[in-house]
């Protein structure tokens, strides 16, 4: 996917509203939570964000988000050296069709709906939801998880719409003339196989970037990305990978280039023994997160 926002920008809003809100555009947040309950159910049963039996997300490091979104299973860790053709490494994709999950509530709607764990009593009972089901928790741990504050340098939102997601976006990336767009992930062929060994096929296309945002989704009954951005350097990169069972993915990785701010304990030093700091720490993106970057000067004059 990759849209251009700006002259565009009605485009990218029909492409994600079509991609990412398509039944429920302008349903009630109740009838939202009847026909979606179970989806959001699946969602959170995927493994993603990873929450702990104790309720705990894994980790603390550069944000509690990341390790939220870090399922250790799922997130393989790699460096810089190892994004080259022919290299094979075992990779988790968890299989969240976009299309299956929960959809974007128009503004006005999400607006009027609170959004902080203080409300948490009047959301179950809104979404119909009792006290000790595994939805409240995970709306209790996303409601949390959105307000933690964010790390140094790092500006964080959880955005609750589309509009409030390109906003938030817009403030990070936008200029003058801002236009920036959307890259996932995406499974060009699929298997039913979701840990599997990859081997990249090509020299992985460096994504011009002078910053990015990343949004991962949470479970919550509607659409919620948590968003955020660091100040310090990464590279994006689209990687054409084929699965030992035949899939094949164009997948969306980042390096974060400087970790020296991060915990000690983050995963990623454990999986490559390596010290904050030190080696640049990479890892893809599943198929429903997004990453937002700013279009190229070059590429912009279409
Ligand atoms: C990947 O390949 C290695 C070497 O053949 C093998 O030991 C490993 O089990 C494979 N991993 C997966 C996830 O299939």
Redesign the pocket.
């Known amino acids: 996917m990759g849209v251009a926002v700006g002259a565009a920008s009605r485009n990218i809003l029909l492409h994600l509203l079509l991609l990412l809100s398509t039944h429920c555009h302008g349903c009630s947040a109740r009838s939202l939570s009847e026909n979606h309950g179970e989806k959001f159910m699946d969602h959170r049963l995927s493994g993603f964000p990873k929450i702990d039996d104790d309720g705990h997300a894994h980790g603390h490091g550069m944000s509690h988000m990341d390790h939220l979104m870090m399922d250790p299973q799922s997130m393989i860790f790699f460096t810089l050296d190892d994004l080259k053709p022919g290299k094979?490494m075992?990779i988790y994709f968890p299989k969240r069709d976009p299309s299956s999950s929960p959809r974007f509530l128009p503004r006005e709607e999400a607006e009027s709906i609170p959004f902080s764990s203080g409300a948490l009593p009047h959301l179950l009972d809104r979404f119909s939801f009792s006290t000790d089901s595994p939805q409240a928790k995970a709306m209790e741990d996303t409601l949390k998880h959105c307000e933690t504050k964010p790390v140094k340098g790092e500006t964080k939102s959880c955005a609750t719409s589309l509009e409030s997601m390109l906003d938030f976006v817009h403030g990070i990336l936008g200029g003058k003339s801002p236009r920036f767009r959307a890259i996932s992930t995406s499974h060009l062929i699929g298997s039913s196989t979701r840990?599997?060994?990859f081997t990249i096929q090509e020299a992985p296309r460096g994504v011009p970037a002078s910053k990015m945002v990343a949004c991962h989704t949470l479970p919550y009954p509607y659409a919620v990305f948590y968003c955020h951005s660091q100040e310090s350097e990464n590279k994006v990169f689209e990687v054409v990978l084929a699965g030992?069972n035949g899939d094949r993915v164009k997948a969306v990785a980042v390096c974060h280039l400087d970790t020296s701010q991060w915990n000690r304990d983050h995963p990623s030093f454990r999986v490559l023994g390596i010290e904050p700091g030190t080696l640049p720490v990479c890892h893809f993106f599943p198929a429903d997160n997004l990453v937002w970057v700013p279009i190229a000067p070059a590429l912009s004059m279409v």
């Open positions: 094979t075992p840990f599997q060994n030992e």
